[in-house]
């Protein structure tokens, strides 16, 4: 077994997006920007945005952060967002997922103009993923790929399951891998003999949100594992340890996938940048 680093993978990816960013800032007279729209003060989302605009300021991008009261109905936040894609000033847009109950979540993202959509939220962008044009990408779908082409890791013919289906990792990330010519099994809540289904599995990307919901026993010897889980306490979706005696690759959490999401959402911005110099 040998694992994956996302923390490694990811240091490389954020070095060339500041890289990158510095080119464009003296091309530019300004730096890449990033807006990052908080709705209410949920504490792991707090975290979150936290530590995306951290990593922002690392790798020369600024951080316009725009946090909303729980209140706001979604109509006020599909204005403000609106008005984020109408500036000139903004790059990139994040709204951090989940909104609180009663806004409509999917309205908001349409409301991101599909050249700063950097976190890959939108139809436009799920539209380019599934067709396999070049767009922006979902950011941990991304960076789960960009993992799995930095291990080298084949992927066309191969069986992949990913469990989940939420719009922003389990269906985005099972298009990647169709668009890579995998053939992929889209598992969720109604799956029936789950477990067999897994032991199928040359690839096997699990973003359930349930901690060490995958036991290793469902591993099939010299599979792949991917971890896009992150739950409460830096526990995965995956049993790690009986995984990781059958798995071939597997990553850890934290270390793994986490990682890679935020320096995926830092290059897309940069790259929304470079194109507004086009
Ligand atoms: N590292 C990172 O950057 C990120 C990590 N995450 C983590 O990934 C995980 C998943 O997140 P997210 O996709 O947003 O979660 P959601 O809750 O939106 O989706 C969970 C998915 O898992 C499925 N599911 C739930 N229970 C079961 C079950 N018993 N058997 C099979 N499938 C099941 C659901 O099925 P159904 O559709 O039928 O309800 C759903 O499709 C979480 O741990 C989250 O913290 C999320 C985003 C980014
Ligand atoms: N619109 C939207 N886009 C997202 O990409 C998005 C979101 N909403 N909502 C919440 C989830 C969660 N998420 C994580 C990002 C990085 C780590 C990460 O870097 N984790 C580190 C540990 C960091 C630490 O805890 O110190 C690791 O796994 O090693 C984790 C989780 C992005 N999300």
């Known amino acids: 077994m040998a694992l994956m680093s996302g923390t490694e993978l990811a240091k490389e990816i954020v070095a060339d997006a500041g890289r990158r960013a510095a080119a464009f800032e003296a091309a530019a007279g300004r730096k890449p920007c990033l807006a990052t729209v908080l709705v209410g003060e949920d504490p792991a989302s707090v975290t979150y945005v936290r530590m995306k605009r951290n990593r922002c300021r690392q790798a020369g991008i600024e951080s316009r952060h725009v946090p909303l009261p729980a209140t706001t109905t979604t109509a006020g936040l599909v204005r ?33 103009a ?22 922006f990408e ?14 080298e890791v084949g992927i066309e013919g191969r069986h992949a399951v990913v469990i989940g289906r939420s719009p922003i990792l ?36 699990a973003a359930v949100g349930r901690p ?6 469902w ?8 971890d896009a889980g992150y739950n409460p306490g830096n526990v995965g979706d995956v049993a790690f340890a ?19 999401t935020i ?16």
Do not use: N, W
């Open 80 to 112: 403000v967002i609106g008005e984020l894609s109408a500036d000139p000033g903004v790059d990139g847009i994040l709204l951090q997922h989940p909104v609180p109950a009663g806004i409509d979540e999917r309205a908001a993202f349409e409301a991101i």
């Open 114 to 135: 599909p050249g700063k959509d950097v976190d890959g939220v939108t139809m436009h962008s799920f539209a380019a993923m599934s067709f396999g044009l070049p767009g």
């Open 138 to 151: 979902s950011c941990t779908p991304g960076g789960i790929m960009r993992l799995l082409d930095a291990y």
């Open 170 to 205: 389990g269906k985005p990330v099972a298009m990647l891998l169709l668009a890579r010519h995998a053939t992929v099994t889209v598992c969720h809540s109604r799956t029936a003999d789950l477990p067999s289904i897994v032991r199928s599995a040359d690839l096997v990307v």
């Open 212 to 217: 060490e919901f995958v036991r290793g026993s």
């Open 219 to 226: 591993i099939k010897p010299g599979a792949v594992v991917v």
């Open 242 to 260: 009986e995984a990781a005696e059958r798995a071939s690759l597997i990553t850890p959490v934290p270390g793994g996938v986490g990682p890679t």
């Open 263 to 278: 320096a995926v959402l830092l290059a897309q911005t940069v790259t929304a940048a470079e194109s507004t110099m086009d």
